[in-house]
Every structure is written in structure tokens, then in C-alpha cells.
């Protein structure tokens, strides 16, 4: 061979090789600019429509390249409850759908926590308490959340028929699972998730209605929940018949409406009369940190129990790290790119993911926690001193520490060359004084929980499908974007009511700084107690409260003759004005001598926070 045989072929050999590293590297580029987005589109159409083809045709319009396809695109569309899918988009894409009228809101696929149980017993819902197994066994749970463990002695189907005829589910629990008829139904969802079964491996719980059947969609892995697969199992789990939907995820802090799974598809569920009951979340008891805000869904929060969760801090820690010691780092000595005050408290974005890795990191604040579980850390210590009896759960090994252990750690970490710790998992003690005394409304809401006197309320505060029309028309959606959600296209927003309007027990209006005010809220109540009955109101203010305000009830009497008998009332609200950032409650209680129906009412500027 010649030599110019031999820089020829050396030629053809670079040439492939350059070819080669470019389309890898545009091809790497890509997928790196792609992010899992959702696309929400609201109700399903008419029965002709066809949503996967119009996914695919909306795909289509804005994938303008050889390099991906509508199906490498496309993740899971969403089309037996309600109208829209997941897809891998780039920021350029994502912009094109979100422009487009079919489409209500595109919003990132973001983890959502696993929040927190109800200890049944503790409210006074023991396993003694008198049933109604044909009304509890014709019920159907589902339950969304971190799987199931269909062996337990909980779920053993014994007793029990066949189940009622309006499932229109399937047992797709996966590899190893089986379905009985108490757990009548299961799903998973791997392309989210990442699990291969419906199966749970990390929490222990007892249902309060051990009669009810469960149908069980796992949409949580050790990492956290996708929103999509929370909107994926929303979307089977109405169409599948459900009668409630039970959720303990969230987001840290409440999201828009239309940019939350969960609202979303509680939305479609109560549409159907499918009540979503949700946890209320677990970054309080701070202002503004309520995750699941939307009226149409039943929130529940947590109150003080009689079990604190101790693992030497005070976090609901549920991982093993079986006794081995690891690396102790402080944030501040993790970062690169942060300053030392940021990185101290281990603000998000700020922790090196190389320099943490395989170690447990020390935060100065108690939410830099999710910081060093999104940076990979192996665990993190953290300190809280405002609320010492207030336990957060985590994704991963975690505690907190009160101020004065948190110093001691830290001197122990500045004096050791080679600083090791483990963490613990967390244990259960009684505790004695549960429920904690409460302060203003913002603590306690409506009150404590009573389930045996709730199915017996004496008075309740209905709202249908056209008041939750109302309160997305008060709140600023527009006549197309409501009748996407609806599904109803001769809704005209004529916005002439206030989102306070809404049929809703409790009442909150924002007021001006330092201005007087007058703020009327109108209700209307059913008789579901006694046939003749006559309620009176009673305001109760606390002493600082009633200097500033001043509230009256019209009328102050309701007088019934008959069951599912409606009245209205007014409520009115004076006051003086409020100085900046601050509010005042009351509460308000209708009272026939045997029924007690409490509303509690909150006059605030904190504008941007709750």
C-alpha cells in the first residue's frame, strides 16, 4: 500500500470518528435540553374525540427534527378521566404547546413528598367502635400512595363477597402481587416510579374502615412521587369507581390550581362525586405552608398525637442505616458555587453533589434538608428551635436537633479530624399531653376531628360543580380555560362574585393595612340533624381580638321544620384596620342543643403568603 493509500484510509478514519462525536454530542445535547413536562387540557371531549391523536397531532406540530419522534417524545397519555399526557419537551417546545388554546397549563414533572398517617385511635376510632359492614363493605378506598403489602393481616379478605358491582377495575399489581376481595384492585406506574409491583416495602398503617374494599395505585418510589404518575393514577382511579380517593402526598408549599396533580385531579373526581380527602402537608406550622388549598378537596392537617417520633432529634425518620458511622460534613465546607451564609444552611442549588456524596451533611436551617437529599447526600442533621414538638417526615436518613444538640454536634464536628455519625431510625413514645393547646385559627382550623360525630353534623355547607365554576371565574380564569376544565362550552365568567363567596364553612377575606373595612359573607346551610330544630349563633373572639374587630350574624336565629331544609345567613365583619402583616380570627358556632357546627373566620394582609 502507498502513501497516499495510507492518508487516505487515516483521512476516512478521522472522518468517521469527527462524524461519530457529533452526533453523539447532538444527540447527548438533546436529551439534556428535554425535561418531563405535563400538558393539562381539562374534561375529555365528546365521545368522537380522539385525545391520544390529538396528543400525538400536538406532539407533532412542535417536534420539527429527524433526531426524535412523537413516540420517544411522548411518556403516558392521560384519556379515561380527564384530557392531557406527559411528554419529554425542550423549553422551546414546552412554550409552543403552553400557547396553544386546547391547553390549559404545561408545568414541570416535579416530585411531590409522602406526608403523614392519622392515628385512628387517638381520635377515638378504636377497633371497638360499632360498624356497618354491608355500607363499609360496599365502599371502595382508593388509595394513592407508596403501594401496599397485600399479606398483611390487615387486608385478609375473610368475610367478605364479592366485590360491589360498579368496580370497573383490574388487578395489575405486578410481578408477585394478588389481588383478594378486600384489596379488589392495583396499579403501578414503572416509567414514574421505577418499581416492577404495586408492592409496598416502607410504611405500616391500619386503615379507620376495616369493611371497605382498597383499591391501591403506587405512584411513589424512595426517591418521592412523580406528578406524573399521581395525575396517571387520579386519572384510573376515577374511572375505575372509586368511591373516595385518598392522598398523604403534597408539594413542600401550595402551587396554582392548575399546576398541582392533586388539585387537578380531585377536580375530575368531585365532578364524578368522588371525594379526594389530602393531607394538609408537613413543612408547617409556618405561614403559608398549607400544600393542598383547593375547596373541592377535603384537607386534613395534623394536630399534636399522643405519639412523638423520637431518633435523638425530632423528624419521622422511617430509613436504617443499621448502625454504620459515616463522614460528617458541614454544608458550608460542600459548596463551590454558594457563599458561606447559603451554603451553611444548605440553600437549594448551593451543595456539590461530589463532595457530599456518601456522607451526612449538617444544615443550620431544618429545610436544607431538601437540598441534601436533591444533591445526594447519604443523610442529613439539621436544627429547629421555634417548634421542638413538631416532627417532619423525610425522604431520606434525617433528624433535628434542637439548638443546644445542634451546638454540641458542631463542636464535635470542628474538634475531630475524622468526624463520623449515624443516624436512627425513628421510635414511638405516648405522649401524655396531645392534643397541644391551639393559639388564633391558624392552628387548629375547624377543630379537632371527631369521625363518629362527623357522619352526624346537624348542619352541612354544600357546594356542586357550578359553585367551584363560580370560584375559577372569581379567581381569574377566563371563559376558554373554564370550559376546557368543565368541559361545559356555554360557561360565560361574568366574575361578579369573590372567591369568599364560595359555600365553604370556614371564612377568610383579605383586608387593607391600617384602613377600616366591612367584609359580608354569605352562606347557606342544610338541616341534616333534627326534622324541627331552631340553631343560635355565637361569636366567639378572644380579648385582642374583639378591640379590633366587630362581628354580627343576620339572621342570628335558623329556624327548620323539616330535613335537607336550606337557610342563608350573613356574616359581617367591621373593623378599623389591620396593621401590616397581621390578622385577626373569630369563630363562629351554630348551636340547636345538640348540634355544634363550627366555622372559624380569619381577616389577614398577608398578601403573597397564605
Avoid at 502507498?2 to 487515516?10: D, E, H, I, N, P
Avoid at 462524524?19 to 445535547?29: D, E, G, N, Q
Avoid at 349563633?537 to 350574624?553: D, E, Q, R
Avoid at 321544620?561 to 373569630?586: F, H, Q, R, T
Wanted: aromatic share 10%.
Amino acid at each position: 500500500m502507498g502513501k497516499c493509500g495510507v492518508l487516505l484510509q487515516l483521512y476516512n478514519f478521522f472522518f468517521i470518528f469527527i462524524l461519530i462525536t457529533l452526533i453523539s454530542f447532538f444527540c447527548k445535547a438533546n436529551n439534556e435540553d428535554k425535561k418531563i413536562y405535563i400538558v393539562y387540557m381539562g374534561a375529555l371531549q365528546d365521545k368522537l374525540y380522539s385525545p391520544v391523536s390529538h396528543h400525538y397531532n400536538i406532539l407533532q406540530s412542535v417536534i420539527n427534527n429527524k433526531s426524535s419522534s412523537v413516540e420517544d417524545s411522548l411518556v403516558r397519555s392521560y384519556t379515561r378521566s380527564f384530557n392531557g399526557f406527559a411528554a419529554k419537551l425542550t423549553e422551546e417546545q414546552r412554550l409552543k404547546i403552553e400557547s396553544m388554546k386546547e391547553v390549559i397549563s404545561v408545568f414541570p414533572d416535579k416530585l411531590l413528598y409522602k406526608q403523614t398517617t392519622m392515628s385512628w385511635d387517638f381520635m377515638g376510632f378504636d377497633k371497638k367502635v360499632r360498624r356497618n359492614p354491608s355500607v363499609e363493605s360496599d365502599t371502595i378506598i382508593g388509595v394513592i400512595d407508596s403501594g401496599i403489602w397485600p399479606e398483611s393481616q390487615s387486608f385478609s379478605d375473610e368475610g367478605f363477597g364479592p366485590p360491589p358491582n360498579k368496580w370497573k377495575g383490574a388487578c395489575n399489581g405486578g410481578q408477585n402481587f394478588t389481588c383478594n376481595n378486600k384489596i379488589i384492585g392495583a396499579r403501578f406506574y414503572p416509567t414514574m416510579s421505577g418499581d416492577n409491583s404495586t408492592r409496598d416495602d416502607e410504611g405500616t398503617a391500619r386503615g379507620g374502615v376495616p369493611s371497605a374494599r382498597i383499591a391501591a395505585y403506587k405512584v411513589c418510589s424512595s426517591r418521592g412521587c412523580t406528578a406524573a404518575a399521581v395525575m396517571a393514577a387520579f386519572d384510573d382511579a376515577i374511572s375505575d369507581g372509586v368511591d373516595f380517593i385518598t392522598i398523604s402526598i403534597g408539594f413542600a408549599g401550595a402551587v396554582s390550581f392548575d399546576n398541582d396533580p392533586v388539585s387537578i385531579g380531585a377536580f375530575h373526581a368531585i365532578e364524578k362525586g368522588i371525594l379526594t380527602i389530602n393531607s394538609a402537608g408537613n413543612s408547617g406550622p409556618s405561614l403559608g405552608t398549607v400544600s393542598s388549598v383547593a375547596p373541592w378537596i377535603m384537607t386534613v392537617g395534623a394536630s399534636t398525637t399522643n405519639q412523638r417520633m423520637i431518633d435523638k432529634g425530632s423528624s419521622i425518620n422511617s430509613f436504617k442505616l443499621n448502625g454504620t458511622t459515616f463522614p460528617l460534613v458541614h454544608g458550608k465546607d460542600t459548596s463551590t458555587k454558594c457563599s458561606s451564609e447559603m451554603s451553611s444552611i444548605c440553600t437549594d442549588g448551593c451543595l456539590d453533589t461530589n463532595l457530599i456524596k456518601g456522607k451526612i451533611v449538617l444544615c443550620d436551617f431544618y429545610r436544607g434538608t431538601n437540598e441534601a437529599f436533591n444533591a445526594g447526600a447519604l443523610g442529613c442533621i439539621t436544627t429547629i428551635d421555634k417548634f421542638e414538638e413538631f416532627s417532619s417526615i423525610v425522604p431520606f436518613p434525617a433528624s433535628v436537633l434542637n439548638s443546644s444538640d445542634y451546638i454540641m454536634l458542631l463542636s464535635y464536628l470542628n474538634s475531630t479530624k475524622n468526624p463520623q455519625a449515624t443516624i436512627l431510625r425513628s421510635e414511638f413514645t405516648k405522649d401524655s399531653a396531645a392534643p397541644s393547646e391551639s393559639y388564633g385559627e391558624f392552628d387548629h382550623g375547624s377543630g379537632h376531628v371527631n369521625p363518629l360525630q362527623a357522619i352526624n353534623p346537624g348542619l352541612v355547607y354544600e357546594a356542586f360543580e357550578e359553585d367551584y365554576i363560580e370560584f375559577l371565574c372569581s379567581i381569574g380564569y377566563d371563559n376558554n380555560r373554564v370550559r376546557l376544565i368543565t368541559g361545559h362550552n356555554n360557561i360565560t365568567c361574568l366574575h361578579k362574585r369573590s372567591p369568599k363567596d364560595l359555600n365553604y364553612p370556614s371564612m377568610t377575606a383579605e383586608v387593607g393595612v391600617r384602613k377600616s373595612f366591612s367584609i359580608r359573607f354569605r352562606r347557606r346551610v342544610k338541616n341534616v340533624g333534627q326534622g324541627n330544630s331552631t340553631y343560635k349563633a355565637k361569636i366567639t373572639l378572644s380579648n385582642s381580638t374583639s378591640l379590633l374587630i366587630g362581628v354580627k350574624v343576620v339572621p342570628e336565629v335558623l329556624s327548620f321544620k323539616s330535613l335537607n331544609e336550606e337557610k342563608g345567613y350573613d356574616l359581617i365583619v367591621n373593623g378599623s384596620g389591620l396593621s401590616e402583616n397581621s390578622m385577626v380570627s373569630a369563630s363562629l358556632v351554630w348551636f340547636d342543643g345538640i348540634y355544634s357546627v363550627r366555622s372559624p373566620i380569619v381577616l389577614h394582609n398577608l398578601k403573597g403568603v397564605i
